[in-house]
């Protein structure tokens, strides 16, 4: 019974790594072309929970296998969350430039769009995932997915705003630097919790 449990879970976790794959791609598209830094800086977040469902699947093979490479894990984990950090960092300084000499036009009906089908794509991960009571594998995925959730919903209605009024573009970048100050958190606690990992795994690993 172990094994169809876990193996549910695998291919959960396949599923909501498509979408937050897809939803990257779509996401940068939209940004670039709308002139919208928040949209950018939600692709970035959605890419880290690529990552950490990546990370997810990876647990769960191993888990499988058997405890044959403990370093394997917190190596990814590093080189994902460090790799994260530096993009967060980069359209932060981008956010702080942007208000600071001002946002440039961005169109708010592509923003608003997209943002309204990754909250939507973000409610059907959670649906996906379904009963995660008692796994913290599964629960961290799933409080990533309302998290995205409820970003998607922020970067909405400043897309919103700014369609209605035509203007307030500075709530592009101050939305997208809220959305970088959190995931670069999240990927400092996760590059914490990596060299934790690494420094307690045995050395001939």
């Not at 937050?20 to 791609?25: K, L, Q, T, Y």
Request: glycine share 10%.
């Amino acid at each position: 019974m172990g094994v169809d449990v876990r193996m549910s879970q695998a291919r959960r976790l396949s599923l909501v790594l498509a979408i937050n794959i897809a939803m990257v791609f779509g996401l940068l598209a939209v940004g670039l072309v709308a002139h919208s830094l928040a949209v950018i800086a939600a692709g970035a977040d959605y890419l880290g929970d690529a990552l950490g469902t990546g990370l997810s699947l990876a647990a769960l093979e191993f888990s499988r296998r058997g405890p044959g490479h403990p370093r394997a894990r917190p190596f990814a984990a590093l080189f994902n969350s460090s790799f994260l950090l530096a993009v967060t960092v980069a359209v932060a300084a981008e956010a702080v430039y942007r208000l600071s000499s001002g946002a440039p036009e961005v169109r708010g009906l592509p923003v608003v769009i997209v943002s309204l089908l990754a909250a939507a794509a973000m409610i059907l991960c959670a649906a996906i995932l379904g009963d995660v009571a008692g796994d913290l594998n599964m629960q961290s995925v799933m409080l990533d997915t309302i998290a995205d959730a409820a970003a998607a919903i922020g970067v909405a209605a400043s897309g919103a705003i700014i369609l209605v009024t035509g203007g307030h573009y500075w709530l592009d970048p101050l939305v997208a630097l809220v959305i970088a100050l959190v995931v670069a958190y999240h990927a400092l606690r996760l590059v914490r919790r990596a060299l934790g990992e690494l420094r307690g795994a045995p050395a001939g690993a």
